[in-house]
């Protein structure tokens, strides 16, 4: 997921929101492996990208509360 990361930010920017799906799907993966501090931090990246891109009734957005 990190390396995925690494390539949309390059060719999308920060603030696009195929990168905040992968912040999203990385920090999920931190989560399944305990990791919690890594995984809040890149759902939080995720979360402000995506309400910034993403439509207030989004389910990728829901997606990410929920795995908060």
Excluded: W
Aim: aromatic residues 8%; hydrophobic residues 35%; negative net charge.
């Amino acid at each position: 997921f990190e390396e995925s990361l690494n390539i949309r930010r390059s060719v999308f920017g920060e603030n696009d929101a195929s990168v905040g799906e992968s912040y999203s799907f990385l920090g999920e993966a931190y989560r399944k492996d305990g990791k919690l501090q890594q995984a809040l931090s890149n759902l939080t990246k995720a979360m402000t990208i995506q309400e910034k891109t993403l439509p207030a009734d989004s389910l990728d957005l829901a997606a990410t509360y929920d795995t908060v």
